[in-house]
């Protein structure tokens, strides 16, 4: 078994099921990809190709009608197919943003207590001056408005809410970013401010990153390793622009 410091996503012929009414259907079947600190892949696919279910589990996203039913995936070098005390801090190592993140952010918080959260909710006593700088550095960061921070999601533009969740999601300085559709609602000025956000953390602290994307231009300008998903598959797998079609396609994403 790799090293944890050696391997961000250590993923080997995962099968995942979803449950529902009409019993199981196979979701993810057969995925495997190694990401390492300071990678990148990103993941692409049509709708239904299983790309969020993927994501999601590999974050550690607790959904009762998933279940990994075969193969096995570290994140961080813990087993997502462990306790939920070991998912919880599975959460501390990962930053995730879900797909639809900016519309989903929770209303009844302000914008400083949403990006915050992630520290609050896991430390009792948190030193509000320095999480205020924090929570201002990020916004700053994300070239977002300092005064947003007493603002409520619902008082913010779907562009601004999304770059808001992906500060969240930066908020403990996670070892592996996974971020399901992260460009969604931002316009297109705004895009390199995520992109250069992603880098400098890959670049100085040695994030991986996975990213759901069907941006072509985007994953050509970041070079990116790229899987393309299909009925669960990995169905091709290349960098840039340079697919190859293959079956049973692996990648391997380093620095």
């Known amino acids: 078994m790799p090293a944890a410091d050696a391997t961000a996503i250590d993923c080997s012929d995962l099968v995942i099921d979803r449950f529902g009414h009409g019993g199981a259907t196979r979701a993810v079947d057969g995925v495997t990809f190694t990401l390492r600190p300071g990678g990148l892949i990103c993941i692409a696919g049509p709708t239904g190709s299983g790309k969020s279910t993927l994501v999601s589990s590999l974050a550690g996203i607790v959904d009762s009608s998933l279940k990994v039913v075969g193969g096995r995936a570290e994140v961080a070098g813990v087993n997502i197919r462990g306790s939920a005390r070991r998912l919880r801090a599975l959460g501390a190592l990962v930053g995730y943003v879900e797909q639809g993140a900016g519309g989903n952010l929770p209303p009844r918080l ?3 207590e949403v990006i915050g959260e992630p520290l609050t909710s896991r430390q009792k006593r948190v030193n509000s001056k320095a999480l205020a700088i924090r929570v ?13 921070a007493t603002k409520f999601p619902y008082e913010l533009s779907a562009g601004m809410r999304q770059r808001v969740a992906i500060a969240r999601a930066f908020m403990l300085e996670p070892r592996v970013l996974i971020a399901d559709e992260p460009l969604a609602n931002l316009d297109l000025e705004v895009r390199p401010v995520v992109f250069d956000a992603i880098t400098r953390r890959r670049e100085q602290h040695g994030l ?11 994953i050509r300008e970041l070079d990116a390793e790229a899987l393309m998903l299909r009925g669960g598959h990995v169905v091709a797998r290349g960098v840039g622009r340079n697919l190859v079609w293959a079956p049973n396609a692996q990648a391997d994403s380093g620095h």
């Open 110 to 112: 302000t914008v400083g």
């Open 136 to 148: 201002a550095s990020l916004l700053d960061e994300l070239h977002l408005p300092l005064g947003l």
């Open 208 to 218: 991986a990153a996975l990213l759901v994307t069907n941006d072509a231009d985007f």
